[in-house]
């Protein structure tokens, strides 16, 4: 059962650590671009959900 918990855990911290680093990476691409880029969100579930942002 701890080990369960454990693999939970460190699951999530890394679900959390990428997108983190995906989003500084798509800022930085942003940044170049300056037009439209992806964002992604966590939902409640810890899912990876992508969304298309177009900035006029």
Do not use: A, T
Not at 5 to 23: P, Y
Not at 27 to 54: A, S
């Amino acid at each position: 059962m701890k080990d369960i918990n454990v693999i939970m855990i460190l699951r999530e911290i890394v679900i959390i650590i990428v997108s983190l680093m995906i989003m500084f990476i798509y800022r930085v691409i942003e940044f170049m671009i300056g037009k439209k880029y992806l964002y992604f969100v966590l939902d409640n579930q810890g899912e990876l959900k992508i969304k298309l942002k177009i900035i006029d």
